[in-house]
């Protein structure tokens, strides 16, 4: 069950960052809407690395898109467009 208190409850920050661990958020209210949530910051790590991957994953999406509708370049094509040899 989540665990919902109004922000006015951060008075008592201490006891409410008692309560946050990775598997119990604590979520604030204002005027009886949600409106933050704390996260432990190894949650916040974990964010930003699936994040980080989603990113990725779409560029690589596109990019395969792309390389199917324009067609692929071949290694020694690519080594010549680079300047590599």
């Known amino acids: 069950m989540p665990n919902i208190k109004p922000i006015s ?3 008592n920050y201490t006891e409410i960052l ?3 661990d990775r598997t119990h958020r604590v979520y604030l209210t204002r005027n009886g809407h ?3 949530g704390i996260l432990t910051m190894s949650e916040i790590d ?3 690395r699936y994040k980080t991957a989603f ?4 560029k690589l999406q596109k990019a395969e898109e792309r390389a199917e509708k324009e067609g692929w370049v071949d290694a020694d ?4 467009e680079l300047g590599v040899s």
């Open 18 to 20: 008692n309560e946050v």
């Open 55 to 58: 990113a990725l994953f779409s």
């Open 46 to 48: 974990e964010l930003d």
């Open 77 to 80: 094509e690519l080594e010549r």
């Open 9 to 11: 409850e951060l008075r």
């Open 34 to 36: 949600g409106k933050y």
